[in-house]
């Protein structure tokens, strides 16, 4: 029980904190929408550039490690994608939006403060590995196909589709950090110390302001919906991805023991915010996924303590 209370409550905590708040009229709908968009916009995409420029990428990349979280990433997707468009009849754009949920896991708000709680900040560079992917290839994967779902029919050429992607895919903050940081990091040339220090005071702030704000943005989404295809995301999300994770990574890769750590809680993470953007940014399953992360949260106290316990 001692993990779930040293690792994950305080996370939860703070969560709950910007819920409280916001629950009692003291953390307004545009304080909330400042927040935020500080944390992702600004704050979050500083820490990702800090974590990117100075990972060590040779030892932080390895195949074991990406492909046993990305296996099991898309496998959800599949799932969610497959259920939503054959079990419950839903048009194929929900379908996609609904998929995107049981894909994208909240590796940022979520899985960093909980896996260094529990491992520590030096067991983050697999972390990282895996964010410095994760928003351009899931979201280039979400975008592609709702893009192709919504142009079915109506001529848009290849190129077109793709530039659509691409403009949609790095006008993402969190892209533009990792992009930065990678470029600092092949460079010969060391940025100064006073840049660095300035860096670590925006860096420092993104994941509690994140968590804060993550709990006044869950305060307004309510449980509605069809609940069994919310149940359905959730299983997704916090049982399908993480098993195939943890498998994967344990018996057919042979991960060391801080890769099998990363993948596992990264993928263990409920949907993240963006599950909802992306399904408010076309329109279509907002209701759904909106539920979903908020009870999928919820429920990620009990299922990240279970991953916790059976993890080295």
């Known amino acids: 029980m001692s993990a779930l209370f040293d690792v994950i409550m305080p996370v939860f905590l703070v969560i709950g904190f910007g819920y409280a708040m916001a629950r009692a009229g003291l953390f307004g709908d545009s304080a909330v929408d400042g927040v935020m968009r500080f944390a992702q916009n600004f704050a979050v995409p500083v820490l990702l550039f800090r974590s990117i420029a100075t990972l060590d990428l040779s030892a932080a990349y390895d195949w074991g490690l990406m492909l046993s979280f990305y296996i099991g990433a898309f496998t959800a997707f599949g799932a969610g994608f497959a259920g939503a468009r054959l079990l419950f009849r839903r048009p194929l754009t929900d379908s996609v939006a609904i998929g995107f949920a049981c894909l994208f896991s909240n590796s940022l708000l979520l ?31 979400g975008i592609g196909l709702m893009e192709w779902a919504r142009s079915r029919g109506t001529g848009l050429s290849g190129a077109a589709l793709t530039r659509q992607i691409s403009r949609a895919i790095l006008s993402q903050p969190l892209v533009l950090g990792i992009l930065a940081g990678f470029a600092v990091n092949l460079s010969p040339v060391d940025p100064p110390a006073f840049f660095w220090s300035a860096v670590g005071m925006m860096a420092q702030s993104a994941i509690p302001v994140a968590l804060f704000g993550l709990g006044g943005v869950l305060f307004r989404y309510r449980p509605e919906g069809d609940r069994a295809t919310i149940a359905m995301i959730c299983a997704a999300s916090l049982v399908l991805h993480p098993a195939i994770t943890y498998l994967l990574g344990r018996f057919v890769f042979d991960n060391d023991t801080d890769a099998l750590r990363s993948s596992v809680m990264t993928a263990a993470m409920a949907p993240g915010v963006n599950a909802y953007l992306f399904a408010h940014l076309y329109g279509v399953a907002k209701r759904v996924n909106a539920s979903a992360v908020l009870i999928a949260t919820a429920l990620s106290m009990g299922t990240v303590w279970f991953w916790l316990q059976l993890l080295p």
């Open 111 to 141: 899985g960093l403060p909980i896996t260094e709680r529990a491992y520590g900040a030096d067991a983050l560079a697999g972390n990282f590995a895996i964010i410095s992917v994760h928003s351009p290839l899931l979201y280039g994967l």
